[in-house]
C-alpha cells in the first residue's frame, strides 16, 4: 500500500508562485511514475503533470513553462513548482503515485485527499 499526503495549497493572487508537496510513505519502493493532477468545480479532473522513476517529466499544454515537476526519491516526496499563477489553475490538486505490486504483478494508482488552490485577486 501507498499512502499519499499533499501540503502547499492555499491562495495566492495572479501572476504568483506556490510549490505544492507529496510525500509518499508506505510501500514506496514499488513506485514508478508520480504525478498531479486537477480539478475545479464543475470540471472533469486532468493530468497536471507526471514524472517517472527515471526522471522523464510530462505536462498538459496550459501549463507548459510555468509548472515544474521534480521528485526526491530519497525522501518520496515529488514537487510542483507552480508560477505564473493564474484564475484558471485554480482547482484542487491531487498527487497520485503509480506502483508495480507483486503476487501477481499489477498496476495500482495511489491518490492523495488534495490541497485547495485558489489562484484570485
Known amino acids: 500500500q501507498v499512502q499519499l499526503v499533499e501540503s502547499g495549497g492555499g491562495l495566492v493572487q495572479p501572476g504568483g508562485s506556490l510549490r505544492l508537496s507529496c510525500a509518499a510513505s508506505?510501500?514506496?519502493?514499488?513506485?514508478?511514475?508520480m504525478g498531479w493532477s486537477r480539478q475545479a468545480p464543475g470540471k472533469q479532473r486532468e493530468l497536471v503533470a507526471a514524472?517517472?522513476?527515471?526522471?522523464?517529466?510530462n505536462y498538459t499544454d496550459s501549463v507548459k513553462g510555468r509548472f515544474t515537476i521534480s521528485r526526491d526519491s530519497a525522501k518520496d516526496t515529488v514537487f510542483l513548482q507552480m508560477n505564473s499563477l493564474k484564475p484558471e489553475d485554480t482547482a484542487v490538486y491531487y498527487c497520485s503515485a503509480e506502483s508495480i505490486v507483486p503476487h501477481p504483478d499489477y498496476t495500482m494508482t495511489y491518490w492523495g485527499k488534495g490541497t485547495l488552490v485558489t489562484v484570485s485577486s
Open positions: 508506505g510501500s514506496t519502493f514499488s513506485i514508478t511514475t
Open positions: 514524472i517517472t522513476d527515471g526522471g522523464s517529466t
